[in-house]
């Protein structure tokens, strides 16, 4: 057992290690570190394949910037607005389960007979070498072969950015006033009062307390809050 | 499989990783001092002669303080967040040359760690993934202040990397690699400047590229003018609020261990390294090193605070395009010549 295949192996179990962390976690926030430790570990493997450019582009790119932008997204978002993770009907669970093993079972037989296995292409190592290393190489033939596919690219970053930019755009009055109209104002002031019981009985708003709201909303009167909300008021008491 | 290169490598790794603590932790007494006499006050110098035993004995007092962790925190990403910090922060120094090779019992030994072809790029990469230390330490806090300023912190960060790496790229294309043994080689060559015979320093031949390096350097590191997210007076500390004690020192030291190598990536990029008139040596990298930390200590001492949102635009607004102009540029003299470059 050689060296390299005893650090292959360590960084292959961790690397599955840490991907089923990503999986198993409960904490989405665990799960991002988690696939922060995989990346990591899977660059090691690329620099033991003696793709050094590619290693560090994984770091650079999917780790520090991609899994950047997914740990602000999840930390800027509370536990419990997120979506059960746990439960879900049997036979969906089932299903995920048996969809998997069958994945699994397909990778695993393209991995074994090895039948996905393609040609050797023109960069051999000796190749490689003598143009100077791998980012020559790499360079040579991005910017040769490839300069197309580089171009489109570039436009479809482009378009990604100008669709993230037109998204956060600030409202403008006209779209604030559309949106004022839209929604309505709920008032408890019912012309007897609040029905707060034991609190005790609010004296009844006379009608020159009762403005009209701004930005010409629509007012709507209503007898109790529970024909509107879920939650119950402050000092409200629930009767079930 | 070379074992004893290996174990030269390792013992080399070990000195320099053990002279960068030492030199992090009589950094903080650098900064102190010579902030003060900036002030017109004195700083430190009661414990031990002109203070030198200060950073042992604010070390013995972090230690020794109480271990506090917030209710709220996720404990297992509090503890380890101010450690990734603290890690990754040295890295960076191991693909510096510190010197030409030697050779001792007949064997080259190399005064770097490793000399790998892609020296910058590891370094930005380092730079990169070390953002995870701040966001981590201000989500673990569970405290909605540090979660903004651990926000605010990496979107600097990520902004200014970009402008940090583009600076970089007219380097790459003078020299055609990105090794920083190949770079220094490269700053040995002469320059000839009408009747000056100068040294091919990149800081000569790449001055706009210089400025940008340096600006995006103080900002990656969180130093003033661009500490926002730290400075006492914005959102408590930033990311560092809920942390005290040791792990607090943590991010403190990260921070000092960043700005040496920074300052010595920097040196050796853009002022030649070991180069220097008599002797090559370590001796002069260090001394450019030390200038730049001390031009670190005076823009703290000299320039306010930028607010977040002038931070951010003179980042994009400003360094970015500045940075593809200069790479531009280069590209343009490289190609046609003009008998410069």
């Not at chain 1, 690329?46 to 560090?56: D, H, K, N, Q, S």
């Not at chain 1, 709920?186 to 708003?205: F, N």
């Not at chain 2, 004195?42 to 035993?53: A, E, I, Q, S």
Request: net charge neutral; glycine share 8%.
């Amino acid at each position: 057992m050689s060296i390299q295949v005893l650090v292959f192996y360590l960084l292959a179990i961790v690397s599955i290690g840490a991907a089923a962390g990503v999986v198993l976690a409960r904490n989405p926030v665990h799960s991002a570190i988690a696939l922060m430790v995989t990346f990591i570990n899977v660059a090691a493997i690329y620099v033991m394949l003696r793709a050094e450019f590619l290693a560090v582009a994984q770091v650079i790119v999917y780790t520090g910037a991609i899994l950047v932008l997914v740990v602000f997204v999840l930390m800027l978002v509370q536990q419990q607005d997120l979506p059960e993770f746990h439960g879900g009907r049997p036979l969906r669970i089932a299903t995920g389960f048996v969809l998997g093993i069958l994945l699994l079972a397909e990778v695993l037989a393209a991995i074994l007979t090895r039948s996905l296995r393609g040609q050797p292409g023109p960069w051999t190592p000796d190749a490689v070498a003598a143009v100077g290393g791998n980012i020559q190489a790499i360079g040579r033939e991005l910017y040769s072969a490839y300069t197309l596919p580089i171009q489109v690219t570039a436009i479809v970053l482009l378009m990604a950015t100008i669709g993230a930019i037109f998204l956060a755009r600030p409202e403008t009055l006209a779209e604030r006033i559309a949106a004022a109209r839209r929604i309505f104002t709920i008032s408890l002031g019912h012309p007897k009062g609040t029905d707060l019981g034991p609190i005790g009985e609010l004296p009844a708003p006379s009608q020159a307390e009762l403005k009209p709201a701004s930005f010409t909303r629509p007012l709507i009167l209503a007898k109790s809050a529970d024909e509107f909300t879920e939650q119950p008021a402050w000092g409200e008491v629930v009767r079930r | 499989m070379d074992w004893i290169g290996l174990l030269i490598s390792y013992i080399f790794g070990f000195i320099v990783l053990n002279v960068l603590l030492l030199c992090m932790a009589y950094m903080t007494w650098f900064e102190r001092r010579v902030l003060a006499l900036m002030q017109h006050r004195v700083g430190p110098n009661r414990t031990g002669p002109f203070g030198l035993l200060q950073p042992i004995a604010d070390a013995v007092k972090l230690l020794a303080k109480e271990d506090i962790v917030p209710a709220n925190a996720d404990r297992l990403v509090f503890l380890v967040a101010p450690l990734l910090s603290f890690m990754l922060a040295p890295l960076g120094a191991l693909v510096i040359p510190f010197g030409d090779s030697l050779t001792l019992f007949g064997r080259t030994v190399h005064l770097y760690v490793t000399d790998i072809n892609i020296a910058v790029l590891y370094f930005l990469a380092l730079g990169s993934v070390g953002v995870y230390g701040i966001i981590l330490g201000g989500y673990a806090s569970g405290n909605r202040y540090s979660i903004l300023g651990a926000l605010r912190s990496t979107a600097q960060v990520i902004s200014y990397e970009l402008v940090l790496g583009l600076s970089l790229v007219g380097i790459f294309i003078l020299t055609g690699s990105l090794s920083l043994v190949d770079i220094l080689r490269e700053q040995e060559q002469t320059l000839t400047l009408g009747p000056l015979q100068l040294p091919n320093w990149f800081i000569l031949s790449q001055p706009l590229a210089f400025v940008l390096f340096l600006i995006a350097a103080v900002a990656e590191t969180n130093r003033a003018p661009f500490d926002l997210p730290e400075a006492e007076t914005e959102l408590i500390a930033g990311y560092i609020t809920e942390y005290s004690g040791f792990r607090f020192s943590f991010y403190f030291l990260a921070e000092y261990i960043n700005m040496i190598v920074v300052s010595l990536m920097a040196s050796t990029l853009f002022l030649g390294g070991i180069d220097g008139p008599f002797a090559r040596g370590v001796w002069w990298l260090i001394l450019k090193a030390l200038i730049f930390l001390f031009f670190y200590v005076w823009l703290r001492a000299t320039l306010p605070r930028f607010r977040y949102d002038q931070l951010m635009g003179l980042a994009w607004k400003v360094l970015l395009p500045l940075a593809l102009l200069n790479i531009a540029l280069t590209g343009l003299v490289r190609l046609w010549g003009l008998g410069l470059l």
